[in-house]
């Protein structure tokens, strides 16, 4: 098989080659995932060697609405409710494990992250296997997250059995992750469905995050392009900045966007784009610190810690 013949749109032949054990990069409305059978040891091992994540960072179980959420965790009435409004939808709940989770997938955790991905093409998939499976985003470990299966292509190429092409993602960046295992709601990580949202769900009022600690793997630096990142609060101050870069013979571009849900959209995109383009500086306009603006911010961050 050639590089390029392992991008395509064949559902049967992806559901094939999971369910004989291999990974497959798959679509999804957030960012794509790389794939296998979530109780099969062997794959998922190949998932986190693949990316060389370490596998103390658990994943995410990705199932199909028709799966009974029950057999993976315990979902209390808050989670539930979160469930019914938002899947298949852009929020991963982080909830206690039953004792048909694994460790390879929870690093021995005692909990375990679940989300319905909204993806045409993946939810036929996962009707069809009548399996969940993991999918971390199909990068390797740090670095930027693919939006589009040429992504996928040329970070993983030939490590990867077969690249589900399902578009460009609709949103762009990493689902919201909300801790569940209490009425104590926190969000681990922002992403579109901000505290808000989950709020006029619930009817409950959200603990302030203290992210990092609770969900190992949202390290410091992650997202990052091999373009230094240099954030900036405004438009005015990362053109300055750009101006003085290119004075001094130093290739630099700029990364922003007004409307927060095209941020959203092309950040990955765009800090690709700067390797591409060989830039040496990105200069990260960062964005209101609300709505999905707030999601934008913490990845940019991350990005400027590589
Ligand atoms: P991703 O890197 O998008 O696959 O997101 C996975 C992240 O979700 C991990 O790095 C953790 O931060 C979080 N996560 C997944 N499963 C668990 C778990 N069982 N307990 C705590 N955090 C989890
Ligand atoms: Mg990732």
């Known amino acids: 098989m050639n590089t390029s013949s392992r ?3 064949d559902i049967d032949a992806a559901s094939s080659i999971l369910t004989h054990g291999g990974i497959v990069a798959i679509p999804t409305e957030t960012v794509y995932g790389l794939a296998a059978i979530a109780l099969n040891e062997t794959a998922v091992g190949r998932v986190f060697s693949t990316k060389g994540r370490p596998t103390s960072h658990p994943l995410i179980v990705h199932l199909s609405p028709n799966d009974d959420y ?3 965790g315990v979902l209390n009435e808050a989670a539930t409710s979160i469930a019914a409004a938002i899947w298949p939808g852009p929020i991963t709940l982080l909830v206690p494990r039953t004792r048909l989770v694994p460790d390879w997938v929870t690093g021995g955790r005692d909990t375990v992250a679940l989300r319905v ?3 045409d093409m993946t939810l036929s998939l996962l009707k069809q296997l009548g399996d969940a499976v993991v999918a971390p985003s199909a990068n390797r470990f740090g670095q930027v997250s693919p939006t589009r299966a040429e992504h996928v292509l040329a970070d993983l190429g030939e490590d990867v059995d077969l690249i589900l092409d399902g578009g460009p993602c609709e949103i762009g960046i990493e689902s ?3 801790e569940c295992t209490s009425n104590n709601l926190q969000i681990l990580r922002p992403g579109k469905i901000t505290a808000v949202h989950i709020a006029e769900i619930t009817g409950l009022q959200l603990a302030h995050t203290d992210g990092p600690s609770r969900a190992p793997g949202m390290m410091i630096a992650h997202y990052a392009p091999k373009a230094r990142v240099e954030l900036c609060a405004s438009l005015a101050e990362a053109s300055e900045k750009n101006s003085h870069y290119k004075n001094g013979g130093i290739s630099s571009c700029i990364v922003h966007h007004e409307d927060p849900a095209e941020y959203a959209l092309s950040v990955y995109d765009d800090l690709r784009a700067a ?4 830039a040496e500086v990105v200069l990260a306009v960062m964005p209101p610190d609300h709505g999905i603006g707030k999601a934008i ?4 961050t991350k990005a400027a810690a590589g």
Do not use: C, E, F, N
Request: glycine content about 10%; hydrophobic content about 30%.
């Open 7 to 9: 991008v395509s749109t």
């Open 70 to 72: 029950g057999r993976w």
């Open 117 to 119: 991905p909204a993806h």
């Open 176 to 178: 919201t992750i909300i």
């Open 275 to 278: 390797d591409t383009q060989g």
């Open 297 to 300: 911010r913490d990845r940019l």
